[in-house]
């Protein structure tokens, strides 16, 4: 006995050791996260398996839909071998790809049992999708073919629930996966963003190339995310999921709340709309994932938004109404705690990321005061006192500040201000999201002060993809929408391509450090030499000619390389008159018959701006020289 023991622990000392030696040997979903405290651990399993309820919400969306979007069908283990090709999600490496049917004649991944304090639901077997028992499941009426040809038929026995970490993990810069399909969870970072979610893929489960939902599907960029889908905005404005990083640095700023309280807030999301603070904020995602759909699905005509206009979400009833509300409340403590743990991912400690990154001090200088002059103003969270004023002084307080050895520390490498689409010149869609004004559904998660900010510049000049010849103006509309907020620029090697919409650089679908600097060098390259950009080749078009089925019936006709945005931004309820028997519509269907529809839908657009790769062009006037220097001292964000 005595003898058994003591091999016993030798055994497990032997594992010890090997487990400092390799520390991949901790295989569990709790990697990284031995040093976390209790509570910060709760957040944790919070972020990456609570679903807040909204399994009922995906059930209804794949009864709307008829299956064009089907969490059940999405989650298909015979996927599993190119889940990451097809759908751009990371497979769980708790489980296995199904032999065989279940009892149900579901494909469903076998997973090993994994017990989550105080979080009740099963792997789907891909991260971030948890599985339930549906309790309105019954096995006499269950028919799978049924199922299959529509979900609207008969109640699954399984309901599937998103969590945080569906969008948000993605691969670890610091440790990337030797097997993409088969990843294990220490190539897994909480926050980075999943850079290469296929979205479009979750929203157009059988339909074809021939179907206009299809197209504006298939152009989504990877890595990005139409925030705005379910209680539309009329907008097709998919935008990148950032790296969530450097929290306990954001700056945070004095806002006017709508009961006329002032409050030290963060602004959250890339127009910086959300802004009563981050549990609000954090909350009205988990409804936009699905939580107290009863309620929520009562204010609006989700996905198509044609039956009805938004209503706003009431913060007090759902407090309230909705349980999970509440239970999911208790939660956002924990959960910011856990979020204030993460820190961006350094390339020095990348393996093999050394070899990128100059020795030479005079380049890095160099490259520092080119960011001293050119960025620092918007990009840097360390600030000159209020008594340095105007342009000159503010820079060389910058050359200053960045010869210090500690700049870099701590610094969220933003100012976190909301700055106008006019100043920035970067494609429009994303900040003229209307979700978040007065009268629409998110209106009580702004603050009074973003929804007062003044109407942003004209931008002129834009690109007219009717009549090429004739440049289109645009005065974006006021209530807060025109703005976007400084990105941070921690590890930013590692989360190209850039800009809110992914739009600026090339996508390679490879987190392997080599992969991700390709995606740097390119993007860094377009961004300082605007010339090697893509320009009207960076537009959404659609690849063969589609129809986009309406209400009434009717299928408008849509031709071969239109841009999507010249169909997907416009009032959806607009878009239905089109065939119904109006004076409008007649009129409409008379310009149809001379071509001049597109005209009409052009001047209807609620975002008339297709140039995806854009604006920004702060390096201008700099030499190539100073350039270089800059992206070397970039890269050691
Ligand atoms: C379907 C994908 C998806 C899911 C699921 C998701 N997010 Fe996000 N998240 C995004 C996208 C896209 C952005 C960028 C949105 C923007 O700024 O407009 C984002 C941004 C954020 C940000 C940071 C914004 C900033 O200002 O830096 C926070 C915080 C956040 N999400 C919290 C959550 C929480 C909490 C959940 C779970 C309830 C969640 N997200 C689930 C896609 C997702
Ligand atoms: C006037 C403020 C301002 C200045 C000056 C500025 N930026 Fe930006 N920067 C922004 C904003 C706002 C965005 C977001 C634009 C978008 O997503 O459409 C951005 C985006 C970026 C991005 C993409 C980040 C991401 O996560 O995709 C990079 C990289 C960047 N800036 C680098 C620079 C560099 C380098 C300079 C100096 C040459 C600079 N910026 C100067 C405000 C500024």
Redesign the pocket.
């Known amino acids: 006995m005595r003898g058994y023991r003591c091999l016993l622990l030798l055994l497990l000392l032997a594992q010890a050791g090997a487990g400092q030696q390799y520390p991949e040997k901790n295989d569990s979903y709790e990697y990284g996260g031995e040093n976390l405290t209790p509570q910060q651990r709760a957040g944790r399993n919070t972020?990456y398996f609570w679903t807040?309820g909204g399994e009922k919400f995906w059930r209804e969306v794949a009864k709307l839909t008829h299956g064009v979007t089907d969490l059940l069908q999405y989650v298909d283990s015979r996927r599993r071998p190119e889940r990451f090709k097809l759908l751009g999600v990371l497979n769980d490496p708790d489980c296995t790809q199904a032999t065989q049917p279940d009892e149900y004649g579901l494909w469903m991944d076998v997973c090993k049992p994994v017990a989550i304090p105080s979080i009740p639901s099963e792997s789907s077997g891909i991260v971030?999708l948890r599985k339930f028992k549906n309790p309105k499941f019954d096995r006499f009426t269950w028919s799978v073919d049924k199922y299959m040809a529509d979900p609207a038929s008969v109640e699954p026995p399984y309901l599937i629930g998103?969590?945080?970490?569906?969008?948000?993990i993605g691969f670890d810069p610091l440790s990337p996966p030797k097997d993409i399909e088969n990843p294990r969870w220490y190539n897994m970072a909480p926050a980075i963003?999943n850079q290469y979610?296929h979205?479009g893929t979750l929203f157009s489960l059988k339909l074809n190339s021939k179907d206009f939902r299809w197209q504006v599907a298939n152009t989504q960029p990877r890595g990005?995310?139409d925030?705005s889908r379910f209680a539309t905005d009329n907008i097709f404005n998919?935008?990148?999921?950032?790296s969530?990083v450097h929290l306990a640095h954001r700056p945070s700023h004095s806002e006017v709340m709508n009961d006329g309280t002032t409050s030290q807030v963060?602004?959250?999301?890339?127009?910086?709309?959300?802004s009563i603070g981050?549990a609000g904020?954090?909350l009205r995602?988990?409804v936009?994932?699905g939580?107290c759909a009863d309620y929520w699905l009562t204010l609006h005509d989700p996905i198509y938004g044609v039956k009805k206009p938004q209503q706003p979400f009431r913060i007090d009833l759902a407090r309230k109404d909705c349980e999970d509300w509440r239970a999911t409340e208790a939660r956002m403590v924990d959960?910011e705690a856990f979020?204030l743990t993460v820190n961006p991912a350094l390339l020095k400690d990348a393996p093999g990321g050394d070899k990128y990154l100059t020795k030479d001090a005079d380049v890095l200088r160099r490259g520092a005061l080119a960011f001293a002059d050119r960025c620092a103003t918007c990009h840097s969270s360390k600030q000159p006192p209020a008594n340095v004023t105007g342009d000159e002084a503010r820079r060389a307080w910058f050359r200053e500040a960045v010869t210090k050895p500690d700049f870099l520390e701590n610094n969220f490498l933003s100012d976190d201000q909301r700055h106008s689409v006019s100043e920035i010149g970067t494609n429009m869609g994303?900040a003229l999201?209307t979700n978040a004004t007065q009268g629409h559904v998110w209106e009580e998660f702004s603050s009074r002060t973003y929804k007062q900010q003044p109407p942003a510049d004209e931008v002129k000049g834009l690109y007219n993809p009717v009549k090429p010849g004739r440049p289109i103006d645009f005065k974006p509309p006021g209530g807060g929408v025109g703005y976007y907020?400084t990105?941070?620029l921690a590890g930013i090697w590692a989360t190209a391509p850039f800009f809110?919409n992914n739009g600026l650089g090339l996508y390679n679908a490879d987190p392997s450090v080599d992969g991700r600097m390709a995606a740097f060098n390119d993007a860094i390259e377009k961004l300082l030499w605007p010339e090697k950009r893509l320009g009207l080749r960076s537009m959404m078009i659609t690849s063969e000619d589609s129809e986009l089925p309406l209400e009434s019936g009717y299928r408008l006709k849509i031709r071969k390389d239109t841009p999507v945005k010249l169909i997907a931004n416009i009032n959806a309820p607009e878009l239905q008159l089109l065939r119904n028997d109006t004076f409008l519509s007649r009129l409409i269907g008379w310009m149809i018959g001379r071509g001049r529809l597109y005209n009409t839908l052009l001047r209807r657009n609620l975002a008339p701006d297709f140039v995806e790769d854009r604006g920004h062009t702060f390096a201008t006037g700099l030499s190539d020289e100073d350039k270089r220097a800059l992206i070397e001292y970039i890269k050691t964000f």
């Open positions: 972020w807040g971030g998103m969590t945080c970490g569906f969008c948000h963003g979610f979205e990005t995310s925030t998919p935008n990148a999921i950032n969530v963060h602004y959250i999301l890339k127009d910086g709309a959300d981050t904020a954090s995602v988990y936009n994932i939580m959960a979020l994303r999201a907020r990105p941070t809110h």
